[in-house]
């Protein structure tokens, strides 16, 4: 996969015989854009180019570390239970009157702890990555919500450096555009330019061979998931400073299959070996102005919620087109 | 006797070490875990529970119950059949809501509702199982997406008919019956739960498309391969799981008489959990109704039971969560280890004193000392042949043996330089026997007791005896028939040799010891197969005394020959008439001059004799050294030996060149010549028997006639 978005080969790259799921996604993206542009009032103004921005930093972020885990061959269905609980736990022992570094290292170790825990069990036990993580999300959400914080919803303590941090703004531009961009980069660099990134790539297209060939394949995996947790504590931070509170109902939401739907959508298979930041990035623009459309043409949260899945599912059965599976190399309990 | 070796003998013979690994194949073990989950649960939640057990507060909790099943059952045949069903809260959902709005909204009678809610529960399945059965996709992920999509259909509709549903005034007996009624003290949701599990059990266990389904799952390419329709196979099974999903819908519609935003929610995992608590496997082939059912009782009163004592929320996804993560791990791991488990546990040797034996050193001037005579024997088919364990001559001087290809061949008569292939039975075949009507009668190994007529029909004539009460792997089954003979009465009595190993796992058996060997008897009349003997330390062949009053059976591993008496005083009992000999005895036949000629396998030697009084070293040995360095008994030497009626030892023949026949399984004498077979063997053996009776021959012995 190459970084950047090629600029002056324009002609080769819509070329109809190189389409591929990216191009495609990104074509009907600017579709969408345009036709909104000319008919939704309100749409093509730098305020909504803005939001549009804004709402799809913390779902980019989200889905750059979902993207990671699965060009690796696997899933994480825990990441927006981590999200949402891990900064709910440290909010909550904040408002209890904890020291904010004690607090932060705290909850940091239990955000590493859950990673090492789905990593483990995924490389170590073999069990397949979508029970670990299922499991593992149900866990953190019951575990937290029961035992460590009060109420669903848990506020920023007045003061406290995440309510000033959610008002950050640089040329009129929120400060979570610019993290998502900077972790967006910063992954592009750890995928393109690192072993270990190279390592991911191979070991999502053939784990059996990466690891004859000598590859650490066990502990990358654990290395994923790890990461995959902490990104999913950073977009916590990130929407509990711009909300000033987290609510943990979040979780139940249909958040999580937004996050998958962003990553699938912008071309990284399910099966692992293929995509990178910059399919994530053509996914995020694609929900982000879709999300945003339907909002301007006011259609209700549950209908929105009905197009996202549907989407999400023409998604998939391209996806099954595009990376067929065959009966004789299928393997066995591959669910 | 040492106060050691008499403590070890206590300890490995006394002890039934082998039961653990024969209760480790029983595939029911599966089911302990779960079981016993199922138990602990149920008596701590219904000991901190106050009135957890009265009956109306059962009949309430079994109503959820029932249809908790019914959508578990559904799941874990998808499960069997390698797939997932993340999408059965959603159907359910939506089949509550269909039955509700046809009964409230249309106000329609309640068959309509019923199949209104069948109706969408089977379209969801086939939607699913078209996506997942016949375009290959992502079990887990597409049922997830069509899970959103039904759960967003479903909002919508309760959000904009909801309030239609619950001003509508219909009613109607059948419906609070459904809902309320109870049917001998049962609700109509456990009775339903109950009828369909017992309809998909057997299906499954006993149903040609239950067979597809657990093919699939347990190998999908194998069951591509051998021409089973995968894709639509597992196309049904989502339609079966929606099926079952739209049953509890309808239920649950009946019961509350409405559906919400909580209807079916969560219920996605709970089922899953249920399924993979109860012990079914995912990826599919293994697992049963049984343990979805456990599981959902084990799941169901966990959730419950928490909610009634008063935990708060986010309790149960905690819990849940954790009981999810562990039931995979234990059954990735156990399926995974399962087979070590079983291999480190299996064999159990026992404790075995061998008695002191006679030289059998040539020259020693004992009755078993081994000459060099056998070396003079020339070969037929040499090269041609693999495995010729048994042989035997028919009226005509053919000469028959069979091969480890599992076919029987025949030398002709008189140079035996022709031969063909006289029937093809499989297995390996071992024992020959001629009946009175000349039809070859042959216990194959790994298959059981065969007839071959003249015209070379093959026919089974048993493969079972009856199972034994205290036996836990079925000892039904023939696993290793040795060698057989026939009665004047036509009866055929043949030997088992052991009950814990296959044929090809003799060499274990030898190392264990243990005393499983039998011999049984099949009645041609009425085709029954009985056991006359059981206990013995490998029996192996079988020869039908000159009188036909008793008959003699090998003792393998314990070096013994018994009698076996037919007729007389004795009938019924055995009695050992040669102990202690140096070598490991296999086939015995008759000879002529009213002697019996005895195959030796092998002999013993001191090292494997010591060996037998440490079980435990032998225990260590199986696991821990490969399978070329163990210590079994040795088959590289052997002999001929012949006795008289009585049992003592008149001449014992050998080759000492270790070329031509070192080891001997089988021999036949006829017209003064013995034809020697042996298991390793690649050829038959032919020796001139000096002074012998040359007009001598098996068959007319048996069956009179002209000699």
């Known amino acids: ?335 | 006797m040492t106060f050691r070796e008499r403590l070890q003998a206590w300890r490995y013979n006394l002890i039934p070490d082998h039961l653990v690994g024969e209760i480790l194949t029983k595939r029911w073990t599966d089911n302990a875990i779960p079981f016993l989950v199922l138990v602990v649960t149920v008596a701590s939640f219904g000991a901190s529970i106050p009135g957890f057990f009265k009956p109306y507060s059962l009949q309430e909790s079994t109503r959820q119950l029932g249809e908790f099943s019914v959508v578990v059952t559904g799941l874990t045949v998808v499960m069997l059949g390698g797939g997932i069903d993340l999408s059965v809260g959603s159907i359910f959902a939506l089949a509550t809501f269909a039955a509700v709005s046809t009964f409230f909204i249309f106000e329609m009678p309640v068959w309509v509702a019923l199949v209104a809610a069948l109706a969408t529960g089977i379209v969801c399945g086939a939607i699913n199982g078209y996506l997942v059965g016949f375009l290959r996709l992502r079990a887990f992920l597409t049922t997830l997406v069509t899970f959103i999509i039904g759960r967003a259909i479903f909002d919508i509709l309760v959000v904009n008919y909801g309030a239609d549903i619950q001003t509508s005034m219909a009613s109607s007996d059948a419906w609070d019956f459904i809902g309320d009624g109870t049917v001998f003290g049962f609700s109509i949701p456990v009775i339903t739960a109950i009828v369909i599990a017992v309809i998909t059990h057997v299906a499954l266990t006993r149903s040609r498309p239950g067979w597809h389904v657990l093919a699939v799952g347990g190998s999908r390419r194998s069951a591509h391969n051998a021409g089973i329709r995968v894709k639509r196979t597992v196309f049904l099974t989502y339609v079966f799981s929606g099926l079952c999903a739209s049953i509890a819908g309808f239920l649950i519609a009946t019961r509350l008489s409405g559906a919400g935003p909580g209807t079916g929610l969560n219920l996605e995992i709970l089922a899953l959990t249920a399924a993979v608590v109860g012990g079914n496997s995912l990826g599919g082939g293994r697992g049963s109704v049984v343990k979805g059912l456990m599981g959902a009782i084990i799941v169901l009163v966990m959730t419950n039971g928490l909610i009634r004592l008063g935990y708060g929320t986010g309790t149960n996804q905690m819990v849940l969560g954790i009981m999810l993560a562990v039931a995979v791990t234990i059954d990735i791991r156990w399926l995974k280890n399962r087979h070590k488990v079983l291999n480190e546990v299996y064999v159990a040797p026992v404790y075995l004193k061998m008695g002191e034996t006679q030289s059998a050193l040539p020259g020693s001037g004992t009755a078993y000392a081994l000459d060099n005579r056998l070396s003079e024997a020339d070969h037929i088919g040499l090269g041609e042949l693999e495995g010729p364990e048994d042989v035997i001559l028919d009226r005509n001087d053919h000469l028959y043996c069979g091969t480890r290809h599992g076919e029987i061949v025949r030398f002709f008569a008189p140079d035996y330089t022709r031969s063909e292939v006289f029937a093809h039975v499989g297995g390996f075949p071992l024992g020959l026997a001629f009946d009175r009507h000349e039809n070859l009668i042959s216990c194959v190994g790994a298959m059981g007791l065969y007839s071959i007529s003249p015209d070379r029909e093959v026919k089974k004539l048993s493969a079972e005896t009856a199972r034994s009460w205290t036996s836990v792997v079925d000892d039904a089954r023939l696993r290793d028939p040795n060698d057989c003979d026939i009665a004047p009465d036509g009866r055929i009595y043949f030997t088992d040799s052991t009950k814990r190993y296959d044929a090809h796992d003799w060499a274990l058996d030898s190392i264990e010891n243990r005393a499983t060997g039998r011999l049984l008897v099949y009645d041609p009349k009425d085709g029954s197969t009985k056991t006359l003997l059981d206990g013995y330390r490998y029996l192996n062949g079988v020869c039908m005394a000159h009188d036909g009053k008793s008959l003699f059976v090998a003792e393998s591993w314990a070096c013994r020959v018994h009698r076996y008496w037919l007729e007389g005083p004795k009938a019924g009992t055995a009695e050992c008439v040669i102990k202690d000999m140096p070598g490991y005895p296999d086939n015995i036949n008759r000879a002529s001059g009213g002697h019996y000629w005895m195959a030796w396998l092998g002999m013993r030697t001191p090292s494997f004799d010591l060996s037998l009084r440490h079980p435990g070293m032998r225990k260590r040995m199986t696991r821990r050294l490969p399978q070329d360095e163990w210590l079994f008994p040795n088959i590289n030497t052997g002999g001929v030996v012949k006795f008289n009626d009585k049992g003592e030892i008149v001449e014992t023949l050998g080759d000492l060149s270790g070329n031509a026949h070192p080891m001997v399984t089988s021999m036949r004498e006829h017209k003064g010549q013995l034809f020697i077979g042996g298991i390793l063997n690649n050829r038959v053996g032919r020796y001139k028997i000096a002074g012998a009776d040359e007009s001598w021959t098996g068959p007319a012995s048996y069956w009179g006639g002209a000699q």
């Open chain 1, 1 to 335: 996969m190459q970084g950047g978005v090629p600029g002056n080969d324009m002609k080769s790259w819509l070329n109809w015989k190189e389409m591929n799921q990216e191009r495609i996604v990104l074509l009907i993206a600017i579709l969408i854009f345009i036709v909104a542009s000319f008919t939704l009032p309100g749409f093509f103004t730098p305020d909504n180019i803005v939001a549009i921005v804004r709402s799809v930093s913390v779902l980019g972020i989200l889905a750059l570390g979902m993207a990671i885990v699965v060009i690796g061959r696997g899933i994480d269905l825990s990441a927006v239970a981590i999200m949402a609980m891990s900064v709910a736990w440290y909010l909550q022992l904040l408002n209890d009157g904890m020291a904010d570094g004690a607090a932060f290292l705290l909850v940091i170790s239990g955000v590493l702890a859950i990673g090492l825990l789905n990593g483990f069990l995924v490389a170590y036990a073999e069990v397949p990555a979508i029970f670990v993580t299922l499991a593992s999300g149900s866990f953190v959400f019951g575990y937290v919500r029961s035992q460590l914080i009060a109420q669903d919803a848990v506020p920023v303590p007045l003061g406290h450096w995440m309510q000033l941090f959610g008002g950050v703004r640089y040329f009129d531009i929120p400060v979570e555009v610019f993290i998502f961009a900077a972790l967006a980069f910063l992954i592009f660099l750890f995928l393109r330019y690192t072993k270990w990134g190279r390592y991911v790539y191979f070991a999502g297209d053939n784990p059996v061979s990466a690891r004859n060939a000598g590859m650490p394949v066990r502990p990358m995996l654990v290395l994923r998931y790890v990461i995959s947790a902490l990104i999913a504590f950073i977009a916590g931070l990130l929407t509990a400073a711009s909300l000033h509170s987290i609510n943990t109902r979040v979780v139940n939401s249909t958040l999580l299959y937004d996050i998958v739907l962003v990553a699938v959508i912008g071309g990284i298979g399910l099966s692992g070996g293929k995509g990178g930041v910059r399919n994530v990035l053509f996914g995020a623009a694609l929900i982000g102005i879709m999300l945003n459309a339907m909002t301007i043409i006011d259609i209700p949260l549950i209908y929105q919620s009905l197009i996202k899945s549907s989407i999400l599912l023409a998604a998939i059965i391209i996806d099954g087109f595009l990376n067929p599976r065959d009966e004789q190399t299928a393997q066995q309990g591959d669910i």
